[in-house]
């Protein structure tokens, strides 16, 4: 089995290629700018040049993007798009035409073409090929996708997604898609190139994806509290038996020290309520059930040791599954293609 696993972050893709023949602490792995920042670069650099920009491709994640484009017409430059890449900056077309951005299939004369998409399966293969490496037909990739919520927060609709997987068993497997639901752009579009490709997909969130990663680093199934500390986004999970019980997720940048104690300790007693963090400017928290108490907590992600060792998680101790934390979440990748082939059979 050879399988390319990719874990889109806010500021990061992280990269590992999986084999069987070869152990994690061997394997071929690469931590890269995600795309959004690689895209927002280059509209900045168009900016400073003086060139309307124009944006075309799949939707994808926002963020440095998004706020490039931003700058670019605060500077009095056109903003040009096709839908489907101005869909990254707000599920309604028309909110993104009231920005400014001009919504449009051909790209206008003189103004520089910029590709969107959350994976650059060209880039990558030129990578591997300076290895001497052939990029695998089986490809795994995790993104934060929000949902398509044209007049609802999407935060609301990201969470929903989460909770219905929660509900249907919570296991490793009902966060990943070999078909992702149809609200779920982001996943579809990268679904999309890799087929267009010719490659084999698996989509997951990353959050989950990060929180079953870190899981191999458990002494064993007994409740432990696992949390992502990413770039954008903090999730905070209870897993037990193998199946996530209780979750929240928060922007890493609002979460103080006295926030996340909080917000931990009512998790692991079942009170956080949805409302608790989604007023707060999160994303939101469910509780199926509380499976009794926490013997252990990681913490993982590459905003970690902004929190760990801190007073409001004592005894917390850094996940770093087959010797590296930047591949957590592309290990609960692979678990979750290895679990899907096995179902499949």
Same mark, same amino acid.
């Given at each position: 089995m ?5 874990d889109v ?11 069987d ?7 071929t792995?690469?931590?890269l700018p ?7 670069n280059?509209?900045?650099?168009a900016?400073l040049?003086g060139?309307?920009?124009f944006?075309q ?10 706020a ?6 605060a500077?009095g430059?056109?903003?040009?798009a ?11 077309l ?5 920005l ?8 206008p004369?003189?103004a ?7 994976i ?21 990739v995790?993104?934060?996708?929000h949902?398509?919520s044209? %007049?609802?927060?999407?935060? =609301? @609709?990201?969470?929903?997604h989460?909770?219905?997987a929660?509900? /249907? *068993?919570?296991r490793?497997e +009902?966060?990943a ?12 579009a990268?679904?999309g190139?890799?087929l ?19 899981a ?20 905070a999970a209870i897993?037990?038996e193998g199946?996530?019980?209780a979750?929240f ?6 979460l103080?020290?006295?926030k996340?104690?909080q ?5 692991c007693?079942?009170?956080l309520k949805s409302?608790?963090?989604?007023e707060?400017g ?5 509780i199926?059930?509380?499976?009794? %108490?926490?013997?252990?907590? =990681? @913490? ?8 760990l060792? /801190? *007073?409001?998680?004592k005894? +917390? ?17 692979v678990n ?5 082939e096995?179902?499949w059979?």
């Open positions: 050879s399988l390319l696993a990719i972050g806010a500021g990061t893709q992280d990269i590992l290629l999986y084999s023949e070869v152990s994690l602490e061997g394997s792995k690469m931590v995600s795309q959004t920042i690689l895209v927002g280059r509209i900045n650099r900016r040049a060139r309307d920009v944006l491709g799949p939707t994808m994640g926002g963020g440095a993007s998004t490039a484009v931003r700058w670019h017409l500077a430059l056109k903003v040009f096709t839908p489907s890449a101005a869909a990254t900056i707000n599920d309604n028309e909110r993104v035409a009231a400014g951005v001009t919504i449009q299939e051909e790209a004369i003189g520089q073409v910029i590709e969107t998409g959350d650059d399966i060209a880039a990558l293969d030129r990578a591997l090929q300076i290895f001497d490496i052939d990029l695998p037909a089986d490809m795994a995790a993104v934060q996708d949902g398509f044209p %007049e609802r927060s999407n935060r =609301l @609709v990201r969470f929903e989460l909770t219905d929660i509900r /249907s *068993g919570g490793l +009902a966060f898609y070999r078909q992702p639901p149809a609200a779920m752009t982001r996943m579809l990268v679904q190139a890799l267009g490709a010719g490659i084999k997909p698996l989509l997951m969130d990353t959050g989950p994806a990060a929180i079953f990663g870190a191999l680093d458990l002494p064993d199934e007994s409740p432990a509290l696992i949390i992502n500390f990413g770039n954008g986004h903090t999730v897993l037990a199946r996530i019980t979750i997720e928060h922007h890493t940048s609002e103080s020290l006295e996340l104690g917000f931990t300790e009512k998790l007693n079942g009170t409302s608790d963090v989604f707060d999160g994303h939101g928290t469910y199926d059930s509380v499976p009794g %108490e926490i013997e252990t907590t =990681l @913490v993982t992600g590459p905003r970690r040791q902004a929190f060792g /801190s *007073g409001a998680l005894g +917390a101790k850094a996940a770093a599954p087959g010797g590296d934390m930047m591949i957590t979440g592309c290990i609960g990748l979750a293609w290895k679990r899907k096995d179902l059979r």
